[in-house]
């Protein structure tokens, strides 16, 4: 069972309109997915997608992001283990490199936004190019690895 | 870590060593055979970095048994491994160049440019420890999105490509490139190819450095005339195409460095996807027909095709891929070499 809960708090008025920003929940439905063998939720819970959808849609996921807000330059170190500790604790993502690029992801992507609002001064522009090259790669990297996982035969072996 | 932690995890990646061990010199003899196998074991113990692919490389001829090895790591390498390694190899000017090169790139943003780095090893029968490397830069920044079936949103030019291996070479090989070959680079890069890698062969005398490059079967012949390739490219062209007869891409390696020479290698299958298990067959068949393969050797090529995968003692999954690289000397198919990779799967654990 998947419900939308609104924040009015987060609505923006867009020149396009009114946007409202929502998060996904999730709880037990009705009829419970079949499970496979061993147990889906006890699989899913440790992993990149799970990690994924937990950023992107939820509420929790979206409070966890706002409350690691790089720095405007430098390494931002105490964030970046911060955030390390979280993907390890909670959704057991040991490899380093994939915690750096997801970490390096979303400080590419919050530099940006701020590149874009201080634009159209000229340190500004290059500063948004730059972030974007580097979301770009990171996120490339993140969907490489889950196309790979995907294209495993551990991926059919759960049909 | 307990082995309950890393039941549902998404695992780092393994040990070279960890990689190979995990499968089994039944699976791989005679292309890899045991007395080979366990001296590779025993070599690649001194490289402790993570690897998300540990490879052989195996001579496919009757009696031939030499095996060499080539790694591919990923940033992240781990600051303490990495400084052991600085520490140990300290003594050889080739490795301490090569391993700060590998430090600068995993804490920097040189993973822009250079996604991941292939560290190889020639490896000789009475190999006494592991040789200073010759390292495989891959130089395709669009690397993931060509692989996700994206186009590049940002392409280097031929202009950022020759700037890079021009650093590069003076980082690994301690000299300025050479005009000339920053010269024969330029007409590599300028002819609408895709550029993958450059490889600095520190381990190599006289110091090497070679371009790969990708490109459709059909314009070998015309990319080799253009780039000023001895021999004859019709002919070298017309050769690959009977171990290739369908369409699709080959990867050239071409040594550019100390001079543009045969003899010419040929890297075929190198995307899996682009490849059915019919083409595997029958240039495996072709292979062995030229008396380039040992059949035995092509038996077990085809057997892991079909069965391709295997686990880590901790669980971890692995599976194996391979393709093959034929060295034309002028037009002559003289020696075929299979790239047998063990790569670390990137799932959580069963």
Known sequence: MTNISYDPSKREKLPTGERKIGYLTIGDGQAPVKEPNPPLEARDRKSLLNLLFWLVNTREGNDFLEAHVPPSTGSGTAIRESMRTEFINKFGILNVTLQDALIDGHFAATRWIQANKDMPSASAATAREENERVYQQKMSFVMWWLWEDAMGHDFSMLW | ???????????????????????????????????????????????????????????????????????????????????????????????????????????????????????????????????????????????????????????????????????????????????????????????????????????????????????????????????????????????????????????????????????????????????SETHRSGFLAHLVEQQLCDPEKAAVLTRSTRNCRGNLPNGQRYERGWYVKVRFEDDQPVEAKAYVGLLARLSHLL
């Open chain 2, 1 to 275: 870590m307990t082995m309950q932690a890393h039941a549902l995890s998404v695992p780092p990646f393994p040990l070279a060593g960890d990689l190979l061990a995990a499968c089994d010199v039944h699976e791989l003899a005679p292309l890899v055979d045991r007395s080979t196998r366990e001296r590779i074991l025993q070599l690649v113990g001194a490289f402790t970095l993570p690897v998300q692919t540990a490879c052989y490389e195996c001579r496919l001829g009757s009696g031939d048994s030499r095996v060499d090895l080539a790694l591919c790591v990923f940033p992240g390498l781990g600051t303490s491994a990495l400084a052991q390694l600085r520490r140990d190899y300290d003594h050889d000017p080739a490795w301490r160049r090569s391993l700060a090169f590998l430090q600068e790139w995993t804490t920097s943003q040189a993973f822009l440019q250079v996604p991941f780095v292939w560290v190889a090893f020639d490896l000789e029968e009475l190999q006494a420890s592991l040789p200073p490397p010759c390292l495989g830069l891959c130089v395709d920044a669009s690397f993931f999105e060509r692989r996700l079936g994206l186009s590049p949103s940002t392409q280097a030019t031929t202009a950022d490509l020759l700037r890079l291996a021009e650093r590069y070479f003076e980082r690994l090989h301690d000299q300025t490139m050479p005009e000339d070959a920053v010269a024969r680079l330029e007409r590599c890069l300028d002819q609408g190819v895709e550029v993958k890698h450059y490889s600095y062969m520190l381990g190599r005398q006289p110091p090497t450095f070679k371009v790969d490059v990708r490109l459709p079967v059909g314009r070998v012949a015309d990319y080799l005339g253009k780039v000023g390739f001895p021999g004859h490219p019709e002919r070298i062209q017309q050769r690959i195409r009977q171990f290739m007869p369908w369409e699709g891409h080959v990867q050239l390696n071409l040594v550019l460095h100390p001079e543009l020479r045969g003899p010419l290698e040929v890297e075929f299958m190198t995307l899996a996807s682009e490849v």
